[in-house]
């Protein structure tokens, strides 16, 4: 029983995915979707994603399947191909993932942080000084510049006579060295609150 069900749903799929191939369009697309769809989502969580990743990559596998069907030589590996993509799409993902950089969104930072540069030991200003006092000085001017003074990158740069790149790799790497310090500030304060 469990084999003709398995051999039909077979069938199906290669019934759905030929004439799609042969005629790629909405209506045709239609029951690859809704048959290979599941079978995706199901390919990613068994790799570890989360269910609303699952389907977002999913849905990207049969978006990049509609857009280049037409690139498949051998037809009858449909189903092969169709889960390389997926492969393919699971590795960048994993790939992106492993060149994210931990930062902190300074725009967040609340703003009692600056309120004061002359401010007293244990005060949320003091604080910030003493978390500047980790970047060089081109740092702590790109940050001071941007969060402080609120300039646009392109104001910094015209006004440094530098690249509006260096002044956001600036800021970027900045960013990236606070990021521990910032963090273990939010969770005492959560645990305080």
Not at 11 to 34: D, H, I, M, R, Y
Request: proline share 4%; hydrophobic share 40%.
């Amino acid at each position: 029983m469990d084999q003709t069900i398995a051999s039909e749903r077979f069938l199906q799929e290669c019934a759905a995915a030929q004439n799609f191939l042969e005629s790629p369009n909405e209506g045709t697309f239609a029951p690859v979707f809704k048959i290979f769809t599941p079978q995706l989502i199901a390919f990613f969580r068994a790799r570890g994603c989360e269910p609303t990743l699952s389907e977002d990559m999913a849905q990207d596998v049969m978006l990049i399947v509609y857009r280049k069907a037409h690139q498949l030589r051998d037809r009858t590996l449909f189903r092969a191909w169709l889960f390389k993509v997926a492969r393919s799409s699971l590795c960048r993902h994993y790939g992106k993932q492993s060149r994210e950089v931990d930062t902190i969104d300074l725009e967040r930072v609340s703003d009692s942080l600056v309120t004061s540069m002359r401010a007293p030991a244990a005060t949320p200003a003091f604080e910030f000084q003493h978390w500047m006092s980790f970047l060089d000085s081109r740092e702590q001017e790109a940050l001071t510049l941007r969060f402080v003074e609120e300039w646009e990158y392109h104001e910094i740069a015209s006004a440094k006579a530098i690249p509006i790149g260096t002044v956001q790799w600036r800021v970027f790497n900045a960013k990236k060295k606070l990021a521990p310090h910032l963090r273990r500030r939010e969770s005492a304060d959560r645990r305080a609150a």
